[in-house]
């Protein structure tokens, strides 16, 4: 967990107030979600991300937020896949 946590810090000390895409395993996105919200690590396996879905996560000055997570954009849906 602390090297996610370093990277991500490190991350957003370069990019302050920017826009940033972290491409990552599932694990790494529950550990950062865990992390960021200040859950406990042990619960992080019982989050569901699916697999290449994407989740965003607002880091503010005084507290992180989830927007969302397992979104999907139209054009790699698992539906419109399946087709």
Avoid: F
Avoid at 28 to 33: E, G, K, L, N
């Amino acid at each position: 967990m602390s090297r996610i946590k370093n990277a991500v810090t490190e991350i957003l000390s370069k990019h302050p107030g920017q826009l940033i895409v972290i491409v990552a395993h599932v694990g790494p996105i529950r550990m950062c979600i865990t992390d960021a919200l200040g859950l406990p690590l042990e619960g992080y396996r019982q989050l569901t991300v699916d697999y290449g879905s994407l989740t965003r996560i607002d880091y503010g000055r005084h507290q992180n937020n989830l927007i969302y997570t397992n979104r999907y954009d139209r054009a790699q849906a698992p539906s419109q896949a399946a087709k």
